[in-house]
């Protein structure tokens, strides 16, 4: 599920009996470009359990974090501004997290040391390309009945005889598309999301619209 998060604000001030701004401001601060991404501005918001940090980089990219209570999230993509507004556009699709896949022999040794040394089924632990596991990720075998989990080793909805595409649901909302493979003979199949951090984390929202008001940035629906 996508979380709305200026509802889920408004749910929070509610349960805790906490009077909230509808309008959250983020204000711009006073930054230092770091590493090799010149920032172009920093806008920080900070009230009670309500944290909110947006980066955004002179190359159009950007990046955005927030906490509410015990919940973090983040996105990343390119921001463009049009009318007064900033436009924040999320560089992940969550039903197309781009994806590649590899063989492996049997003898392969998996460096995370973390699972199991071999998996009965087809395939090894999706992991990104920083070598992370997604630990909770299905994969989904020729149709979206059978899956498989490299977790638990084990595979539900049917029993296919021959693989013949698959496709990845990472956690929750985000999938790969369609891909499709090859089964080789004493080969396992490793499925890498080209993405270089875990997804749990990572929030699934398309757009986010803030108006400009001098240094302040004002969000809106």
């Known amino acids: ?50 944290f909110q940090e947006l980066k955004l980089y002179r190359d159009k990219s950007f990046h955005y974090q927030y906490t509410i209570g015990l919940l973090s999230k983040f996105f990343m993509g390119k921001w463009e501004v049009m009318d007064s507004l900033l436009i924040l556009v999320n560089g992940i699709d969550r039903k197309g997290i781009p994806t590649k896949i590899k063989y492996k022999k049997n003898d392969f040794e998996d460096t995370t040391g973390m699972i199991r040394e071999f998996n009965k089924g087809p395939f090894l632990m999706p992991r990104n390309k920083k070598g992370e596991l997604f630990w909770g990720s299905e994969i989904l075998i020729n149709n979206d009945s059978i899956r498989y ?73």
Do not use: C
């Open 149 to 221: 989990s490299p977790f638990f080793d084990s595979i539900f909805g049917g029993n296919p005889r021959k693989i013949e595409r698959i496709k990845v649901n990472y956690v929750g909302e985000f999938f790969s598309r369609w891909l499709n493979v090859k089964e080789k003979r004493g080969y396992k199949i490793l499925v890498v999301g080209q993405i270089p951090f875990l997804l749990s984390g990572y929030d699934a929202i398309k757009i986010m619209k803030f108006r400009i008001s001098g240094t302040s940035l004002i969000e809106i629906d």
């Open 1 to 50: 599920m996508i979380i709305n998060k200026f509802y889920l604000v408004m749910i929070l001030g509610l349960l805790f009996g906490i009077q909230l701004n509808a309008q959250v401001r983020l204000d711009e601060i006073n930054h230092r470009s770091s590493g090799n991404k010149p920032i172009w501005k920093v806008y920080i918001h900070s009230e009670f359990e309500d």
